[in-house]
């Protein structure tokens, strides 16, 4: 939700509170403020200039030469917008102006005309290009008559404003709209609310006489109701209401879309305007689809109905879907003169349910899901109405045809007082208290012991006692609450086994530099599938029956595909190098269908890419390769106390490289694997090349390790011999490790390959390995003869179970 801080001062007295103030009280109270933009930031010497004559450029078709009136003085522009026209005032940035982007304005010359400025369109002024006036697209913006020449332009266009970015949860979905805001800093400031209280004058003709209203599917239309408007005259709206969609993120189109717009804004209540002379009958009726019925929606795209869709008909056909969006027959145009205006109240579960299945969220469904204010229906219908007549010149017919109960009665809560205080840790007053509650403009007073609280329709969230303490909390303040310790019994609470080889692993990745990443346990159907450790089959997805969208519709598999989203969202701003791990759950079904709680494992994952290291003046760039994912991993399994038991193995996966990838076992079962990214997936998700890997934490840190022993730094030097190798191709590194060490015995304490060679001194077919050989006995010195035996025991073993040779 995107609030207007200079419309917010329409209902609330907002001085002494900066906007940055006010973002944090609204964070502190619990509805968290992700942003605060400052419109036209940046932008200075932007005025409202006048333009007294408009010729042709003398060398340029597309160019014009412009006198403008600037107040203090005048100054000669070539403008090459093709609305600039002479007596129109504009938005001029003078010489030495700065707009978005640093962009400052000089003094030049244009084909041989001298420029003193720039005539300025609103893109030029920062507005994002979709939200800008059908009208001023192609152009630049021009100001009614009330525009004072020589004055800042930024107040005329609200770029003098802050918008305030809310994160709208579901139990903060009364804040979905300028009122429910208002009520909401009204209570953290402790402040009245101001409301708009529309006034309609309503003509003789009654409604009734134009349009009857009957719903067949009550159950999920509890209201519907109708007002007839005639006389429109279809224009832009006024500059004011344009500049308040705009900064809320809406694009103006017309007097009569912008108002349902704007008071679905004001009041959270979705209005639909319908053309009435474009309905094909007088009669509204309310019904559920026919299956396979068609219509056609604003978007143009033609949809195929369900049984279970709730729709808006003409008695016949399909106009509406209803809390979804209208149909293309009857929307608004230039030529509309007399529209229905339907202000109706939705069952959130049909709502929901059509949004999803056609795929079509928009902002009215949105706020139909998370539940709107019956008792604000008609007050918005009765605002739309008002400002119709007042923007549009519109004649309002008498009455409302509607059908259902316009209200509902409060919602009560009983609970003793003292339960505030036992929750919270507080010692308040019983009267303040109430008095917390009354900001909320809950209707709460105090009987003996008990609190009795009328909770507003308005606040469909707040249905038991708990809702009533932590709304009382939010409002007394989260900060204030005081730091308590439990009382009691309790047992001294220690760190499992499990908890604290899950710490270590945290403090090991962090530690060599990656950084921690915390992504949706949820998904798509095809990416929960992806990249999984051991292959599973479409019958082990867990799907959610009520998602909120597509994106987030399975339980993860795997963790790597969404740690991949992560590294592209990065890469799209520019930070290339990337070492990035997660903790946490995935889900598999136990059996179909799904009667019990999915099976969950912990699993660690990690993407690396771009450089190793940053290159400084005494090192040199090196990419993460392969073999820096696998230390990482052998670092780890070493820390664990598993590297003797964990095994890597070439091998082949779907959208991984198939020359540089492994699976990873532990005691001959899988846990994992790490890999390069397919080059074709990498161009596809436009990444550079990418390393990734995922283990089964859980496996891994449940696995039985012998207690650490220690033993005395050694009294006797250690011997080192190194040893190549001639293999063939298909030879593995780690298979002749295996041999190597277990040849070498006591005696044989490291063992680190060093060197892999092919080329012109080798046969074809053949590779050499080098590894380096550490013996010690820590009893005594080794000598030659004691150390040789041991060599030849490892070069016999090599030969017999690898066909090594030595190399010469």
Excluded at 258 to 268: K, Q
Excluded at 770 to 790: G, H, I, M, R, W
Aim: charged share 25%.
């Amino acid at each position: 939700m995107l609030v207007s801080y200079n419309w917010l001062k329409d209902y609330v007295d907002l001085s002494g509170v900066s906007p940055e103030e006010l973002a944090d009280k609204i964070t502190k109270a619990g509805i968290e403020v992700e942003h605060v933009h400052k419109l036209g930031e940046g932008i200075k010497d932007v005025v409202v200039g006048y333009v007294k004559s408009c010729s042709q450029h003398p060398n340029a078709d597309k160019l014009n030469v412009c006198q403008v009136d600037l107040g203090s003085e005048e100054a000669q522009i070539v403008c090459g917008a093709p609305n600039v026209a002479a007596g129109q005032k504009v938005a001029v940035a003078k010489v030495g102006a700065v707009l978005p982007g640093n962009f400052k304005i000089k003094k030049a010359k244009l084909r041989g005309e001298v420029s003193e400025g720039m005539i300025c369109s609103l893109e030029e002024l920062g507005i994002d290009g979709k939200l800008v006036p059908k009208e001023y697209q192609n152009g630049i913006y021009v100001f009614g008559d009330d525009a004072v020449v020589g004055e800042d332009a930024l107040p005329y266009l609200n770029l003098d404003d802050y918008v305030l970015e809310l994160d709208i949860l579901p139990n903060s979905a009364h804040c979905l709209n300028m009122i429910g805001v208002a009520y909401e800093v009204a209570a953290i400031l402790n402040r009245s609310v101001n409301l708009p209280d529309p006034a309609v004058e309503e003509d003789q003709t009654l409604a009734e006489q134009k349009i009857k209203v009957s719903v067949e599917a009550a159950d999920a239309a509890p209201y519907y109701g109708a007002r007839v408007i005639e006389n429109i005259r279809i224009e832009p709206s006024p500059r004011w209401m344009q500049n308040r969609l705009i900064a809320a993120g809406i694009r103006p189109i017309n007097n009569i879309v912008d108002i349902t717009n704007y008071v679905l804004l004001e009041y959270g209540q979705p209005l639909h305007a319908f053309d009435y002379d474009h309905l094909g009958s007088k009669q509204i009726l309310v019904r559920y689809a026919q299956d396979n019925e068609q219509m056609t929606t604003l978007d143009d795209e033609e949809r195929t109905l369900q049984s279970s869709d709730l729709v808006i008909t003409n008695g016949k056909q399909p106009v509406a879907l209803a809390g979804v969006m209208g149909g293309a027959d009857s929307e608004i145009a230039d030529e509309t003169q007399t529209v229905l205006l339907e202000a109706a109240v939705f069952d959130a579960l049909s709502v929901r349910r059509t949004s999803s299945r056609l795929q079509l969220r928009t902002d009215a469904s949105q706020r139909y899901e998370k539940g709107i204010d019956r008792n604000r229906v008609v007050p918005a219908a009765n605002r739309a109405a008002a400002l119709m007549q007042s923007i549009a010149g519109a004649k309002v017919l008498k009455g409302i045809v509607e059908q259902g109960e316009r209200e509902v009665a409060p919602h009560t809560i009983d609970m003793p007082w003292t339960k505030i205080n036992d929750v919270l840790g507080t010692t308040l007053e019983a009267d303040e208290i109430a008095s917390l509650l009354q900001r909320l403009n809950f209707n709460a007073n105090i009987a003996g012991e008990m609190l009795h609280v009328e909770v507003p329709p308005r606040r469909p969230d707040v249905t038991i006692p708990e809702d009533i303490v932590e709304e009382a909390g939010r409002i007394y303040g989260y900060d204030h609450v005081p730091a308590t310790l439990p009382e009691g019994e309790s047992t001294r609470g220690k760190l499992t086994s499990y908890q604290k080889k899950r710490r270590m692993v945290q403090r090991y990745f962090e530690g060599i530099g990656l950084y921690q990443a915390v992504t949706y346990s949820l998904t798509t159907k095809e990416k929960a599938q992806q990249l999984t450790i051991q292959a599973q089959s479409e019958d082990q997805l867990v799907e959610l029956s009520m998602p909120m969208s597509e994106e987030r519709s399975t339980l993860r598999m795997s963790i790597v595909p969404e740690l991949l989203d992560v590294v592209r969202y990065h890469m799209n701003r520019q930070i290339p190098n990337l070492k990035l791990y997660e903790i946490g759950k995935v889900f598999t079904a136990k059996q179909k269908p799904l009667t019990d709680l999915p099976l969950e494992t912990e699993h660690a994952a990690g993407a690396l890419t771009g450089l190793e290291n940053i290159q400084s003046w005494e090192g040199r760039q090196q990419p993460v390769d392969f073999y820096s994912v696998k230390g990482i991993l052998e670092g780890l399994f070493e820390k664990l106390g598993v590297l003797d038991n964990v095994k890597f193995t070439p091998a082949e996966r779907d959208l991984l490289h198939p020359g540089r990838t492994a699976d990873i076992s532990l005691n001959g079962s899988a846990i994992g694997y790490l890999g390069q990214l397919h080059p074709s997936v990498q161009k596809e998700k436009d990444l550079n090349d990418t390393y990734v890997f995922e283990i089964n934490l859980q496996a891994l840190l449940e696995e039985n390790v012998p207690e650490t022993t220690y033993r005395d730094l050694p009294r006797y030097p250690s011997v080192t011999r190194d040893i190549a190798l001639v293999v063939d191709e298909s030879v593995q590194a780690g298979d002749l490790h295996d041999i190597i060490r277990e040849a070498g015995g006591s005696l044989l304490i490291d063992i680190k390959l060093f060197d892999v060679y092919q080329g012109e001194h080798l046969e074809e077919g053949k590779k050499s390995l080098a590894f380096s050989l550490q013996y010690l006995d820590p009893n005594k010195t080794l000598t030659d003869k004691e150390v040789n035996k041991v060599h030849e025991n490892i070069l016999n073993a090599c030969q017999e179970r690898a066909g090594a040779v030595l190399r010469n």
